[in-house]
Nanobody
Framework: QVQLVESGGGSVQAGGSLRLSCAAS??????????MSWYRQAPGKQRELVAR???????NYADSMKGRFTISRDIAKNTVALQMNSLTLEDTAVYYC?????????WGQGTQVTVSS
């Protein structure tokens, strides 16, 4: 069983920045790992993909996050980070880390991000 632990959430004013981190209990470069992702879920809305980093290092972002959010990884530490800049009220959500495996996907427990005016 893979465990993912997110950290770094909190409250920030609009226009500010936060950096989320996700620590995995296994190597994120394991043969059965394809990618690491960040998702978010706002109240009353469906969970949506924020960003994904594939094993080869290429990345994908949701359109509304391009230019503001950056996903990165530390292979030695088995961590994935999400740097979030120019935050808006619409970025308020619970942010989840996901490990995309060849057989299964795994989720963290989530970390709350609240953006206030």
């Amino acid at each position: 069983q893979v465990q993912l632990v997110e950290s770094g959430g909190g409250s920030v004013q609009a226009g500010g920045s936060l950096r989320l981190s996700c620590a995995a209990s296994k190597s994120i470069m394991s043969i059965d790992v394809m990618a690491m992702s960040w998702y978010r879920q706002a109240p009353g809305k469906q969970r949506e993909l924020v960003a994904r980093i594939w094993k080869l290092g290429n990345t994908n972002y949701a359109d509304s996050m391009k230019g503001r959010f950056t996903i990165s990884r530390d292979i030695a530490k088995n961590t994935v980070a999400l740097q979030m800049n120019s935050l808006t009220l619409e970025d308020t959500a619970v942010y989840y880390c996901q490990l995309v495996g060849t057989q299964n996907n795994y989720w963290g427990q989530g970390t709350q991000v609240t953006v206030s005016s």
